[in-house]
């Protein structure tokens, strides 16, 4: 009787649970500026709000998908949706910051559920060989919830206040629960040792606890410092060590002998490590940008980026069917060129630049993200038995948050230091020099600080009008040499996974008119009934 619904309301909730997850995961920026107000906090503090939560899911995503494939991918994922509807509950009711970071912990730890086991669970309810159409919803859910959140938001908090944003979550996380229990069966993988991998889970977690916290605190730290250093460096011995064990184990928590000889598998992934970064670099360049240069409000900037999120919604869905017909391969190369020349053009933006110009990058931003991802998810998933999906899922999802955090980090050291480096080219033609002090309430001005605007507005309006001029002018100098530097890996990781998807198809497995990634059907019905 399920089979007789559409896919879109046979999948609505593992698709509502990905929505709250990824609208959360930029959301939150634009209630920053009235949470520090209301909770009276400091906003580097406050940005802990939302490093904390991407460093919740990167670190347990893979445990919780495996988890899923032990004990049923429906079972966890409804188990997610109660974490993370209580850890929503709590951000809306938090006293403080540390209550609200903390908050935002439980939230991640949820979403890590909804958000690996969203798409294994939308890709048991198709067919194996319409995989791409259930993909193409499930990527269209999340990068149409990551565009259309920071409206919504701005219109929540205009109406309400910021805890609005997080009260949202709870009705639709209990919708989604209700949709997942009327319409999805349990899934498992079958071959799974009925076993849990206790040193592996240990290991994975505290090498990407490490890590996150250097790659997240090196902008407060400097990335040359010892500390940063260390914690980088440090991180190698608990995932070398991971390694090992996992091919030791008799039920590893990653079967590695699957995915690391699995070339098309490691494209897709080092792909999707590279496009997630430069989601999450745009997403945050575009909203400092139409807000700082551009003088918008949060809802004005959503507003602007509206273009994005209208083109995705619209595109993505016929990528599922392209992606049936040709395979991945051409889809993704076309993807990362997409974002990669959409990133390029937007950094030659100013202050000046014309409201087309600014339509056309956003647009063509979302044409790229959408053939992105729905071919990289497809191609991901599409690589693995269908038993496996679980874990493929959960890897494809640490690529993502991998890439965004490492994206804002990475973004905001360069964003920084090009900006300081034009101010002092900017200063030094002047004849002078920026005292700490002034350094500070510049850089204080350029991360969008009210408290440093309310100082501005003391100052003469002849110096108010050169102070911002300069910030100005140093942000997009430094916007400039972000982009640029996003496209270029973006380049470098389409023609990388290009490499190993046509060695692996010239060598291994020659696939017939471009299906490169996706197994035949006939092979692809086997193996589900083999699952089965």
């Known amino acids: 009787m399920r089979d007789r619904h559409p896919l879109i309301i046979r999948v609505a909730g593992p698709l509502l649970g990905l929505f709250v997850v990824a609208s959360d995961a930029t959301a939150v920026n634009v209630a920053l500026p009235n949470i520090q107000a209301d909770l009276d906090t400091s906003l580097g503090t406050l940005q802990w709000t939302l490093s904390a939560y991407f460093l919740a899911i990167a670190v347990t995503v893979i445990t919780v998908a495996r988890m899923g494939d032990l004990f049923g991918r429906r079972r ?34 949820g979403g890590a559920a909804l958000y690996s086991l969203s798409l294994a669970l939308t890709s048991a309810a198709v067919p194996r060989d319409q995989i791409g159409r259930g993909v193409a919803a499930w990527a269209a859910t ?10 919504l938001a701005g219109g929540l908090i205009e109406v309400f206040d910021w805890r609005a944003v997080f009260v949202l979550n709870i009705p639709i996380v209990a919708f989604s629960a209700f949709m997942t229990l009327r319409l999805l069966e349990e899934s498992v993988d079958p071959e799974a040792e009925r076993r849990i991998d206790t040193a592996g889970i240990a290991l994975l977690t505290t090498g990407l606890l490490v890590l996150m916290l250097g790659l997240i605190q090196a902008d407060s730290w400097g990335w040359g410092s010892p500390l940063t250093i260390g914690l980088i460096i440090g991180s190698i011995v608990p995932l070398a060590a991971f390694l090992v064990v996992e091919s030791r184990v008799s039920a590893p928590l990653i079967e590695l002998g699957i995915f690391l000889r699995n070339l098309p598998f490691l494209g897709a992934n080092v792909l999707a490590l590279a496009a997630y970064y430069a989601v999450y670099v745009f997403l945050f360049i575009a909203a400092l940008y139409l807000q700082n240069i551009h003088g918008d409000s949060a809802l004005g900037a959503g507003i602007r980026l509206l273009p994005f999120a209208i ?34 053009a937007l950094s030659f933006a100013d202050a000046d630049s014309p409201e087309l110009f600014l339509f056309i990058c956003f647009a063509v931003f979302g044409a790229g993200m959408a053939v992105g991802l729905v071919s990289i998810s497809a191609a991901a998933l599409g690589a693995v038995p269908t038993a496996k999906i679980g874990a493929a899922s959960g890897i494809r999802s640490t690529m993502a948050y991998v890439g965004g955090a490492l994206g804002v980090a990475v973004a905001g050291a360069v964003l920084l230091l090009r900006e300081r480096s034009r101010l002092s080219e900017i200063t030094a033609a002047q004849g002078r020099e920026l005292s700490p002090t002034e350094q500070r309430d510049i850089d204080a001005l350029l991360s969008g600080s009210p408290e440093a605007r309310a100082q501005i507005d003391l100052l003469t309006p002849l110096e108010a009008n050169e102070v911002i001029a300069a910030a100005g002018e140093a942000f997009t100098a430094g916007m400039a040499t972000t982009l640029r530097l996003t496209a270029g890996l973006l380049v470098v990781c389409t023609v990388a996974m290009l490499v190993l998807t046509r060695w692996r198809t010239s060598h291994r497995d020659p696939a017939p008119h471009g299906h490169a990634m996706l197994p035949p059907p006939e092979e692809a019905h086997t193996r589900a009934r083999e699952s089965r």
């Open 311 to 344: 083109v995705f919604a619209a595109l993505a869905p016929k990528v599922g069917g392209i992606v049936n017909r040709i395979g991945p391969v051409i889809p993704m190369v076309i993807g990362g060129s997409l974002l990669a020349g959409s990133l390029l």
């Open 76 to 109: 966890v994922f409804l188990l997610g949706l109660v974490v993370f509807g209580l850890g929503s509950a709590l951000c809306a009711v938090s006293v403080d910051d540390v209550m609200l970071i903390l908050s935002r912990v439980v939230q991640g730890v």
């Open 142 to 151: 999340g990068g149409f919830a990551m565009a259309i959140s920071p409206v």
